[in-house]
């Protein structure tokens, strides 16, 4: 799981955190796949053939962020608001929510913001655009697996 485990130790002393981060830093990471286990024989292969495969990101929990994203912070990417510097700071404050979720979010509730973003892509400002698609960017990584194969499904063969 590497980093990603990292975010789930935060009420731990620091000095057990410095040793647990000592652990990490000598454990060689492997590629996704890379692993190999042992061969089972028998009634114990057929057992471990029958069982239902869990990734490790499936382990690990998700946070519903629906609550978060009321009618306050979604104002703050208007199309009709003229200051640029307040829908910036809407991107921010979602990125914020997103850091306080440990970037491990579900994909419920994401309809209205995500609407509000494909209203604001035709803003002129490109600080304003640069802000938008960084944080679909990081949405699309906090939601996992299921959203990052739609997006290389739909937008690697348009590079």
């Avoid at 789930?8 to 996704?32: A, C």
């Avoid at 057992?47 to 978060?68: F, G, T």
């Avoid at 509730?109 to 973003?117: I, K, S």
């Avoid at 209203?119 to 304003?128: L, T």
Wanted: net charge positive; aromatic share 6%; glycine share 6%.
């Amino acid at each position: 799981m590497g980093e990603s485990i990292r975010a789930f130790l935060n009420n731990i002393k620091d000095s057990t955190l410095k040793l647990v981060d000592e652990e990490f830093s000598k454990v060689t990471v492997l590629p996704k796949g890379a692993f190999k286990g042992k061969q089972m024989k028998g009634e114990a292969a057929i057992e471990m053939a029958s069982a239902p495969v869990a990734s490790l990101d499936d382990v690990l929990p998700r946070e519903n962020i629906e609550k978060h994203l009321n009618a306050k912070v979604l104002k703050l990417f208007d199309p009709a608001g003229k200051d640029w510097k307040v829908k910036v700071k809407g991107c921010e404050t979602v990125e914020q929510i997103l850091k306080d979720a440990k970037m491990r979010i579900k994909p419920d509730g994401l309809g209205e913001l995500m609407d509000v973003l494909a209203k604001g892509m035709k803003e002129s400002n490109k600080a304003v655009i640069k802000a938008y698609f960084t944080l679909l960017g990081q949405l699309a990584e906090a939601c996992g697996e299921p959203i990052s194969i739609y997006r290389k499904k739909c937008f690697v063969p348009m590079l």
